[in-house]
């Protein structure tokens, strides 16, 4: 959500805060859970604005590869675990292809 996004890339905590009062305007209809938990953790929320803002973009750059190499984990778990192995792993080693 581009409103969302003008929160985060804020150049201080005051700017972010009119951007969350902006957000909670037109949003808060819709999403009255998710304002209600940015204003009320707002003091944790906040604390991103007394870094520079490079060092938040690598914040938000690390967080994201994070969530990419989740997605990795859980996807390699998923076909690893339920579909049976290539032949070539039974070449490799026969202890993979052997019947539960």
């Known amino acids: ?4 996004k003008r929160v985060n890339k804020a150049n201080n905590k005051d700017l972010a ?3 969350l009062d902006i957000l909670s305007n037109k949003r808060n209809d819709k999403y009255p859970i998710v304002i209600k938990t940015w ?17 938040r973009r690598i914040i938000y750059t690390t967080n ?4 990419v190499h989740r997605q990795f984990r ?6 690893f675990w339920t579909t049976p192995p290539p032949d070539f792993y039974c070449i490799q080693s026969p202890s993979l292809c052997l019947p539960a």
């Open 1 to 4: 959500m581009v409103d969302m």
């Open 17 to 19: 805060e009119q951007e």
């Open 39 to 55: 204003r009320d953790n707002w003091d944790r929320l906040s604390q991103c604005f007394k870094y520079p803002e490079d060092i």
């Open 64 to 67: 994201t590869i994070e969530a």
């Open 74 to 79: 859980k996807l390699t778990k998923t076909i």
